[in-house]
């Protein structure tokens, strides 16, 4: 069974920086990709980034690009977001997400298979 845990959310004041974790378990497949996405309320779930467990290839959007980093440890099975400079509209759930496969800049939602439940950033002014 496939399993991903978040963690490292939390409230920070704007210019802030958080690091999110994501702990993969049960994923077989020697190719996938892990992707980082964040839905705040009323809205939809967009992609922030993703990585490919194979060559750590990292692919953000264009909101994340200039703040947020991507990395991977693969011998912990974790993925990290470090996230730089927040600003209160980052606040949102964050979630990690897992397709085996595939990989390139896959930063659509449909686009994966497996979720995590979550970890909640609040930023505040």
């Known amino acids: 069974e496939v399993q991903l845990v978040e963690s490292g959310g939390g409230l920070v004041q704007a210019g802030g920086s958080l690091r999110l974790s994501c702990v993969v378990s049960g994923f077989t497949a020697d190719y996938y990709t892990i992707g980082w996405f964040r839905q705040a309320p009323g809205k939809v779930r967009e992609g922030v980034s993703c990585i490919s467990r194979s060559d750590r290839t990292t692919y953000y959007s264009d909101s994340a690009k200039e703040r947020f980093t991507m990395s991977s440890d693969n011998a912990k099975n974790t993925v990290y977001l470090q996230m730089n400079s927040l600003k209160p509209e980052d606040t949102a759930v964050y979630y990690c997400?897992?397709?085996?496969?595939?990989?390139?800049?896959?930063?659509?939602?449909?686009?994966?298979?497996?979720w995590g439940q979550g970890t909640q950033v609040t930023v505040s002014s």
């Open positions: 997400a897992a397709i085996g496969g595939f990989w390139g800049p896959l930063l659509l939602p449909h686009e994966y298979e497996y």
